[in-house]
């Protein structure tokens, strides 16, 4: 073989490939060879060299960070307008309630349609009450973060007149369909619930993610 061929053998057998002769007879050849030896140490020290130098690696920190706090952004805007809708169908659920209640209310008030014979001024006077009731809720519909103020009085209003007409219909003082309009209160009242914690949950401040920094 000749020193090109013992070379470019060697040359395959660094770079891991088959050189295409036997080792031994590669390895007599550059005991023998000072050329061929002087070259195969040469080309030894590039390779460690190649194999041993440092790749440089893109700092893909910041863009992984603004991806991550792009995507919490992302779910946090979807959750708020999820919120937002359900409040809005809330106050308009709302409103109508207090619609309905007041188109029920003021004719007995102003106009006296409806009133009962027997007791003319109770009557008068529930439909002051209904109005004074329908004019809160028109309120939280209109201002729904003050919705919570009235849940109270709804709830009471509800449970009063729950137990009020269970105690009658077991008397046998009234009877079931005169007071399933009653659980227009108890429907009132939850919706009034719901729409004071839905408001709560959009006005509740949103924590600002704390991103760690490079020191």
Do not use: K
Not at 74 to 83: L, S
Not at 123 to 131: G, K, L, N, Q, Y
Not at 184 to 196: C, R, T, Y
Request: charged residues 15%; contains cysteine.
């Amino acid at each position: 073989m000749t020193c090109d061929d013992v070379r470019a053998a060697l040359s395959a057998r660094l770079d891991g490939e088959d050189p295409g002769a036997p080792p031994a007879t590669l390895d007599a050849h550059t005991s023998g060879c000072p050329g061929c030896r002087s070259w195969l140490a040469r080309a030894e020290q590039v390779t460690r060299l190649v194999r041993v130098q440092a790749v440089a690696v893109p700092d893909l920190t910041a863009p992984v960070l603004a991806a991550v706090a792009a995507d919490a952004d992302a779910a946090r805007a979807a959750a708020t307008a999820a919120v937002r809708a359900r409040r809005q169908v809330l106050r308009v659920a709302v409103g109508v309630a207090a619609v309905a209640q007041l188109a029920v209310a003021l004719p007995i008030l102003l106009a006296g349609l409806g009133v009962g014979v027997v007791d003319p001024h109770t009557s008068r006077e529930m439909a002051s009450f209904d109005v004074a009731l329908a004019v809160g809720f028109a309120l939280a519909a209109y201002r729904p973060e003050r919705a919570q103020a009235f849940v109270p009085v709804a709830f009471v209003l509800a449970v009063c007149l729950a137990g009020t007409s269970a105690v009658d219909i077991a008397n046998s003082t009234t009877a079931l369909v005169h007071e399933i309009g009653h659980l227009a209160a108890v429907v009132q009242a939850g919706l009034l619930w719901a729409l004071g914690r839905t408001t709560r949950q959009v006005d509740r401040p949103m924590s600002t993610p704390v991103m760690a920094g490079r020191g």
